[in-house]
């Protein structure tokens, strides 16, 4: 049989009139298009970006996550895949933990699961990795409000790749939709957003800190964020690359003093006040929100009452 055409399979975003042919769409065709080249198949691009737009489109930060789908790579997966990732948490599937969408290889359905990257997990801890992924998940579980009867915390499906092996035992929390009874486009909404919600819970209760200052629950909200965009390792290099590897606040830089030694060696602080960040629907500019500070000022201007004021901080080597 010939590869369906471009035709056929228009753009998501042109004709996808609800969320259900995202999940419908390949359940009906994925097993025929399998069995055709996979090189310039429609089907294979659609979950490479037009799937994963449609979804990103719901999300209401799209500068902080980023959705992303699979049909395998370079060959057609058992269990393809679109999935949402906190770039805070992680940017790419093969770490971290996730909200993903996990068709079964018989296609007769697909799950919504709070699930883990297992690439990384496969290559850390070989044989034990399954045994990992079901401790982490368990632990992940304790950590979060839901009602039993209304999610799976194990998941089939019906594959023995290694991969699907490893997805089976990393799943939290899950949600079934079977192939001949999906939501709607209302109910699927309402779901992505609760799964989002339990992503968010997981990623604060993740996040730990010590403060002599009681917090209100909301507050210790915004400080575990905070942190969390302070250490996002690709945020810090694109924020180092755009100012450079000169203190904001004193001038010192590293190779001055340290010579080669010191080298790109700077930190980034996120300036945008605690007070101010809202949770979930964090925008991050790397210009204007944050700076660079050598380690001193970096650990001078977290005592200040104000850990966003920059000018507070210059004034204060000024007089001293």
Known sequence: MPTISRSKFQSTIDVMSNLENILQEPLENYQIEKSKSFAGNALAHKFRHDYPAAIENLLIDKTRY???GSPGKGNWTDCPWIAILDTLITETAQKGYYPVFLFKSD??????SLNQGVTDVIENYKREAKSVLKLRAEDFR???NYNDA???TEINLESKTIN??????GNI???????DNLPTETALKKDIKTFLEFYEALAYS???????IEQSHFETKQIRLHWRIERNTSLSKKVKK???????ACNMNFVDKYGSLGEQYIEAHHLRPISELEIGKVKIDIENDFAVLCSNCHSMIHRMDDPSDLEGLRDCIKKS
């Open 142 to 144: 304790a950590k979060l």
């Open 206 to 212: 993740d996040t730990s800190f010590s403060s002599h």
């Open 164 to 169: 699907a092996r490893h997805y089976q035992a």
């Open 66 to 68: 980023k959705v992303i």
């Open 150 to 152: 209304e999610y799976s």
């Open 242 to 248: 755009l100012k450079g590897y000169t203190c904001e």
């Open 107 to 112: 296609m007769t359905g697909v799950y919504l």
């Open 173 to 179: 929390l899950a949600k079934y939709y079977p192939k």
